[in-house]
């Protein structure tokens, strides 16, 4: 391979994370020096199931792709060895399954990441990873529009029984 040619590679593959990073709802970074190879596989595969992407990428073309995506601010968590996940979907899905992760993977440390177009601390991350998932908002929401539903049909009920009762 010329040079020319790795170097048109590397622009393609910065202008592709730099339209990850534009089109993500939102990107998680992390440091995972000290995981085992059976740890990554795990943690791929639990982000895959959830439509994650998760790529290991060199910290230059990191960098590259953060700046032209206008990311600015999250060029200095990209130091040491860095996985970035990208979810196109999904806000909270990719810090719940790495926080949950992390939980029995200590070596797996949150870098930062990125929520709806904007640079996220750890801190942000870690408090998005405690808010339930799109299945479980949905499920309180149904919860919430049933209860008066539910509370007229044991009011009716209970006059019902009520008058039943008064009848015998």
């Known amino acids: ?20 990073f534009q089109d993500a709802e939102a990107v998680v970074v992390v440091d995972y020096r000290g995981l085992t190879v059976e ?5 791929r595969k639990q982000l895959r199931e959830a439509g994650i992407e998760m790529r290991v990428l060199k910290n230059t073309m990191l960098r590259r792709a953060a700046e032209a995506a ?18 196109n979907e999904e806000v909270v899905a990719p810090a719940k399954i790495i926080a949950e992760f992390a939980k029995d993977a200590e070596a797996l440390e949150i870098k930062g ?7 996220a601390s750890v801190e942000q991350i870690n408090k998005i990873a405690t808010l339930p998932n799109r299945e ?32 015998a």
């Open 113 to 119: 990441g990125v929520l709806e177009g904007k640079v």
């Open 70 to 87: 206008d990311l600015s601010d999250l060029v200095d968590v990209f130091k040491g060895p860095t996985a970035v996940a990208f979810s």
């Open 1 to 20: 391979m010329s040079k020319a040619n790795v170097i048109a590679k590397k622009e393609e593959i910065v202008n592709d994370i730099t339209k990850k």
């Open 136 to 167: 479980g908002l949905l499920s309180m929401l149904l919860s919430v529009l049933q209860a008066p539903v539910r509370n007229t049909a044991l009011a009716i009920k209970a006059v019902a029984e009520k008058k039943e009762e008064e009848a």
């Open 39 to 43: 740890q990554v596989t795990e943690l």
